[in-house]
């Protein structure tokens, strides 16, 4: 059974930085395309950095050159690292396999001073 667990949301100042964490199971990280998507209050879940199983990463506009987007194979376990945060970076973060309709439950990460 495919199963992703997110950590490492929180609370950050603007300006601020948070790495976020994707714990994987019964899934072999590098067999598809992982990404993380977000969902902000009142809008749909959007794409936000996605890594093919070849290792490339694919950025939206909105976070490019903030974010980056790895994986440790041994670990299992895909990372978002958040750089440069803005108050609209607000929302909760999932990650996942779009193809497997396989999500996790999500980790809150909110902007604010």
């Known amino acids: 059974q495919v199963q992703f667990v997110e950590s490492g949301g929180g609370l950050v100042q603007p300006g601020g930085s948070l790495r976020l964490s994707c714990a994987a199971s019964?899934?072999?990280?590098?067999?598809?395309?992982m990404s993380w998507r977000r969902q902000a209050p009142g809008k749909g879940r959007e794409l936000v950095a996605q890594?093919?199983?070849?290792?490339?990463?694919y950025y939206v506009n909105s976070v490019k050159g903030r974010f980056t987007i790895s994986r440790d194979k041994a670990k299992n376990t895909l990372y978002l690292q958040m750089n440069s945060l803005k108050p609209e970076d607000t929302a909760v973060y999932y990650c996942?396999?779009?193809?497997?309709?396989?999500w996790g439950q999500g980790t809150q990460v909110t902007v604010s001073s």
């Open positions: 019964g899934f072999t990280l590098g067999s598809y395309t």
């Open positions: 996942g396999v779009y193809s497997l309709a396989a």
């Open positions: 890594i093919s199983s070849g290792g490339s990463p």
